[in-house]
T-cell receptor, first 114, second 113 residues
Framework: AQSVTQLDSQVPVFEEAPVELRCNYSSSVSVYLFWYVQYPNQGLQLLLK??????LVKGINGFEAEFNKSQTSFHLRKPSVHISDTAEYFCAVKRSGATNKLIFGTGTLLAVQP | SQTIHQWPATLVQPVGSPLSLECTVE??????LYWYRQAAGRGLQLLFY??????ISSEVPQNLSASRPQDRQFILSSKKLLLSDSGFYLC????????????FGPGTRLTVT
C-alpha cells in the first residue's frame, strides 16, 4: 500500500535561515506529489505539485521541492524563511489507480523564531 | 475562479445530538468532493468522497454519513454525535480526469460536549 512519511513532526528555525522539510513516499508506480500548507484554524492551501517533467518544482511563497525518484523523496525547501511561514506543512501523494484520492503525511510544524 | 464554502465555521454540540455540515463549490461543474476529519495535532483522515450526485463512497466505518443532493453541494451528517466526533472537518474538491490536486474549504471546528 502507498504511504507518505514526514519524519519531522516539528522543525524549529530562525528567521531568514534556510529550511528543508522532508517527505518520503512509497509507491511502485508513477506518482503525483503535492505539498500543502495549513495556517492555524484554516483549510489547506496548495503550495506546489509534481505531476511530470522537471524534477525541481517551484511553488508559491518562495517554496520549491525536488522530486527524487531513486530516493523516493519530495523534500520542500525555502532559502530564507519568514515569521509568517510558521504553519503546518503536509506532503501528499495521489493514490494509484483510477482515483483522485490523496494520501497525506502526518504533517510537519514549521516554527520560525525571531 | 473556483471557491469553496463551508458552514458553520464553528459548532458546539452535545453528545447524542444530530449534525449537519454543508459544503458548496462555485465556479466549476461535476467536481469530485471529499470530507476529511483532522483530529487535534494529527493528519487528515478521508471520511467520504463523491464523484457525482448521489454517489458516495465511505472510507471508514463510523456514525457519520454524507450526501450529495446537488452537483456542487456536499453534506456531512450524523444522527447522534459521539465525543470522538470532535475535530476539524474539511471539505475539498478536485477537477476532472488528469487533474489531481485538491482544493480545501476553510473548515468547521466541531466540539462535542
Amino acid at each position: 500500500a502507498q504511504s507518505v512519511t514526514q519524519l519531522d513532526s516539528q522543525v524549529p528555525v530562525f528567521e531568514e535561515a534556510p529550511v528543508e522539510l522532508r517527505c518520503n513516499y512509497s509507491s511502485s508506480v508513477s506518482v503525483y506529489l503535492f505539498w500543502y500548507v495549513q495556517y492555524p484554524n484554516q483549510g489547506l492551501q496548495l503550495l506546489l505539485k509534481y505531476l511530470s517533467g522537471s524534477t525541481l518544482v517551484k511553488g508559491i511563497n518562495g517554496f520549491e521541492a525536488e522530486f527524487n525518484k531513486s530516493q523516493t523523496s519530495f523534500h520542500l525547501r525555502k532559502p530564507s524563511v519568514h515569521i509568517s511561514d510558521t504553519a503546518e506543512y503536509f506532503c501528499a501523494v495521489k493514490r494509484s489507480g483510477a482515483t483522485n484520492k490523496l494520501i497525506f503525511g502526518t504533517g510537519t510544524l514549521l516554527a520560525v523564531q525571531p | 475562479s473556483q471557491t469553496i464554502h463551508q458552514w458553520p465555521a464553528t459548532l458546539v454540540q452535545p453528545v447524542g445530538s444530530p449534525l449537519s455540515l454543508e459544503c458548496t463549490v462555485e465556479g466549476t461543474s461535476n467536481p469530485n468532493l471529499y470530507w476529511y476529519r483532522q483530529a487535534a495535532g494529527r493528519g487528515l483522515q478521508l471520511l467520504f468522497y463523491s464523484v457525482g450526485i448521489g454517489q458516495i463512497s465511505s472510507e471508514v466505518p463510523q456514525n457519520l454519513s454524507a450526501s450529495r443532493p446537488q452537483d456542487r453541494q456536499f453534506i456531512l451528517s450524523s444522527k447522534k454525535l459521539l465525543l470522538s466526533d470532535s475535530g476539524f472537518y474539511l471539505c475539498a474538491w478536485s477537477g476532472g480526469q488528469g487533474t489531481y490536486e485538491q482544493y480545501f474549504g476553510p473548515g468547521t471546528r466541531l466540539t462535542v460536549t
